[in-house]
């Protein structure tokens, strides 16, 4: 590799080295097998049997342990009645063995076995999950552990692994389509949600106001319901055999779907030696944020007396479990106190923020990053503004973008290794809770200035209202190839414009994250990037293949926010009766939902089926005083916030009467205005426009208040009126509240001034 100069072989050995272009034991490495089974199991995690996946029966799977240098063959036996796959993830190794089906290894069908094999040329603490839809949350995942060939420079006398996990005893399917509905529940139910009347309590409507005319309900951290919080498959587990005295490497991977955890200690303050299963300078800390699917290694004393917790807090404070190292009384470690999102909204309305970047663009093809950059998100004055840059050709895709016609500023923010990058904040939190600046390389791993440069920046995007998530606008179904270039380096900017963190993955890559410590900056697999903040990383292109990247939010991922990177090498041609549709397809599923209301004065069902642009609806009114209304409509959006529907309207035409039905066609738009107000603007067949807006609020924990208007004015363009006649409208409305009982009942009381007052419950299903 004739262009570096200043990599060191440390660096080296990860970026080159590890070039995974030939497949097989070519070195005659010594061989250690394994076959490893998943199966659907039942268990009690949490109070009630349910149905789960598992890898040889148990939750976490097996632990794999291998030394650096023997050469890998696992077998992997589906024992389901539907697909699996087996993804190892941080390890570098053959494209064909990463695990990603139908992208680049074929699914494990029922009652089939897979042959995974490849050479083991690093060593750390790792992990491997299914990456087949949900099945990672049903229990499909374990510890991957390599032991170096030399001696570390750390001493420890033993050795402990962690694996973190969530769990929910609801099939995980059924968890994504609840999301795709935007129902509350889940947040009613941890205590995390802030109903209107606490807002106001805190001071916070001036806020609550500022984030409803971004379309936003307010600052959110996780978006899931868990019951519990395991380590290695517990609530609460011990480990007596630990002595005093004895130094503990503590392995701890987070194999959770959806959760970030807060991890403390208690006792002497624990030494970090390990991040993403490569050694960095250690360093004495105790409160540290773990994102999902991120592995840190510590040293842990055993106190001559009491015993250690290591405890972790789900990063929204709904939750937590603990560990226990040694015998006596417990040495407890700190507490971490739940977050104010009041507060965290307060204080994100006072500043200069642009939140509401579209999760579905409009023209997914068009080239809008910088714009979408300029207009959302933070305004700061490091980063580069690209705004006014010229485009000759404004709709090539994001992977075609040349560089080289950068201006001299721009090129100069894209050097390898920055003139001073001790003080370059681009790619740098400013909450240090979440930046990345205590990890520090053991050795250089900045890449030689002589290397070109390709720069790429990648808009995280999402929509809680739909739950679209995406990159730059563009859900994965709708995304073109990321191009990555042999031989150069690849600096992405992953510059997030949601209120969600975002554990971004890359497949078959360990990458640079710059940070204060410069040319030290630490190598990682995987990246937490905060709320409304950008965070940069950069890896030299020595692979071939395809390697998709995606947040590891397993229900993001699902809901499109992942993208491939390819080298544009042929595909392998034991891949042709796997197509990638199948896996694009996964995260651009039809979600089905309906709710039925039954009252006293009325009953009305509603349902849906929605895919990300394309959404079906079905809706029917009948009052106890003979008025009935249904309506079949589809819907196309263009973008987040607009669709156009097409559809038929079927009404009684006499007031308390079913003897005269009238059906018409109806034609219009629907609109989320800012301020999260429904529009509905329409045209029927007889020519007669109309206007409705709808609006729900919780103002109190479980209370919502909702309310509809709709005016519909006839100028007998079509209808005949009589001859002292010339206009007539119609004007609906109501208004209500709705308690939420559980996730799937309700009560309501409303009065509608078509069949007037009265109570009942509502049905979701």
């Not at 250690?282 to 991120?294: L, S």
């Not at 205005?673 to 067949?685: A, G, I, K, Y």
């Amino acid at each position: 590799m004739k262009h570096f100069i200043t990599v060191l072989v440390f660096a080296l050995s990860l970026q080159t080295a590890f070039s995974q272009s030939l497949e097989g034991n070519i070195d005659n490495l010594p061989v250690k097998e394994y076959t490893i089974n998943v199966k659907e199991i039942t268990v009690n995690k949490v109070g009630k049997s349910v149905k789960a996946m598992s890898i040889d029966g148990t939750i976490p799977g097996t632990t794999l342990e291998f030394n650096e240098g023997e050469y890998a063959v696992i077998y992997v036996k589906n024992e389901m009645e539907v697909e699996t796959s087996m993804h190892w993830h941080g390890l570098l190794l053959p494209n064909f063995y990463d695990g990603v089906p139908y992208l680049t290894t074929p699914p494990i069908r029922p009652g089939e076995t897979l042959k995974y094999e490849f050479p083991i040329k690093q060593a750390g603490t790792y992990w491997y999950h299914s990456h087949t839809m949900l099945q990672e949350q049903r229990g499909v995942f374990g510890a991957f552990i390599i032991h170096p060939k030399k001696k570390e420079s750390f001493e420890y006398d033993k050795e402990l692994v962690l694996m973190l996990s969530d769990w929910t005893n609801e099939n995980p399917m059924n968890v994504l389509r609840n999301l795709k509905r935007g129902n509350e529940w889940y947040g009613i139910k941890k205590g995390t949600s802030t109903p209107l009347n606490r807002v106001i309590a805190q001071g916070g409507f001036g806020a609550q106001l500022n984030f409803w005319k971004q379309r936003m309900e307010g600052a959110d951290i996780a978006d899931i319901y868990y019951p519990t919080f395991l380590i290695n498959g517990e609530n609460n587990v011990e480990y007596p055999e630990f002595k005093p005295g004895e130094k503990v490497r503590i392995r701890i991977v987070n194999g959770s779907a959806s959760t970030s955890f807060w991890m403390t200690f208690g006792g002497e303050m624990p030494t970090l030696v390990s991040a993403d299963g490569l050694n960095v300078v250690p360093i004495k800390k105790n409160k540290t944020f773990i994102a999902i699917a991120e592995a840190y290694d510590y040293i842990v004393t055993i106190p001559e007396e009491g015993k250690v917790e290591f405890k972790i807090v789900a990063q929204d404070g709904s939750g937590g479990t603990s560990a226990y190292l040694g015998t006596g009384n417990v040495l407890h470690a700190e507490e971490i106190t739940r977050p104010d999102k009041i507060a965290m909204m307060k204080s994100m309305a006072k500043m200069d923020m642009k939140m509401g970047a579209p999760a579905l663009k409009y023209r997914p093809n068009k080239d809008e990053r910088f714009e979408m950059r300029a207009k959302y998100g933070m305004k700061m004055n490091a980063d580069m503004d690209h705004s006014d840059m010229k485009m000759e050709d404004q709709n090539m895709s994001h992977s075609e973008m040349d560089h080289s016609t950068m201006n001299a500023s721009e090129m100069s923010a894209m050097d390898s290794e920055p003139k001073d990058e001790m003080s370059n904040t681009k790619g740098m939190s400013s909450n240090a809770d979440y930046n990345y600046d205590y990890l520090k390389s053991k050795e250089k791993t900045a890449f030689s200035k002589d290397i070109p440069v390709t720069e790429i920046l990648l808009n995280l995007t999402g929509n809680m209202q739909r739950y679209i998530w995406s990159m730059n606008g563009v859900p994965l179904s709708e995304s073109d190839n990321i191009n990555i270039k042999g031989d150069q380096v690849t600096r992405i900017t992953l510059n997030n414009l949601t209120m969600m963190h975002h554990p971004m993955h890359l497949h078959g890559h360990f990458f640079r994250v710059l940070n204060k410590n410069g040319a030290y900056s630490p190598l990682k697999h995987t990246v937490n990037v905060p709320p409304m903040e950008s965070v940069t990383l950069e890896f030299y292109g020595d692979e071939y293949g395809d390697w998709i990247f995606h947040c590891h939010v397993l229900y993001h991922m699902m809901g499109g926010m992942a993208s491939v990177l390819s080298y544009g090498t042929p595909r392998d041609p034991r891949m042709k009766d796997f197509p990638v549709s199948n896996i694009i397809e996964e995260t651009n599923k039809f979600y089905t939902w309906g709710t039925l209301d039954v009252a006293s004065h009325k009953s009305e069902l509603n349902l849906v089926a929605s895919d990300f642009r394309n959404q079906f609806n079905v809706s029917a009114e009948y009052g106890w005083n003979k008025n009935l209304e249904a309506e079949f409509t589809y819907e196309r959006y263009l973008f987040d916030f607009l669709r156009v529907f097409g559809g038929v309207n079927v009404e009684n035409e006499i007031d308390e009467s079913l003897d005269e039905i009238e059906t018409t066609a109806v034609l219009g738009v629907r609109y989320l205005t800012p301020f999260l107000f429904n529009l509905d603007v329409r045209m029927d067949s007889n020519l007669r426009p109309q206007i409705g807006i709808s609006r729900e609020i919780m103002i109190f924990p479980r209370t919502v208040l909702f309310g509809e208007y709709e005016y519909q004015a006839d100028f007998g363009w079509v209808t005949d009126f009589s001859a002292d006649e010339n206009y007539r409208s119609e004007t609906v409305w109501n208004v209500g509240l709705e308690y939420f009982l559980s996730r799937d009942f309700s009560l309501t009381a409303s009065y509608d001034n078509r069949f007037g007052t009265g109570g009942g419950v509502s049905f979701r299903f």
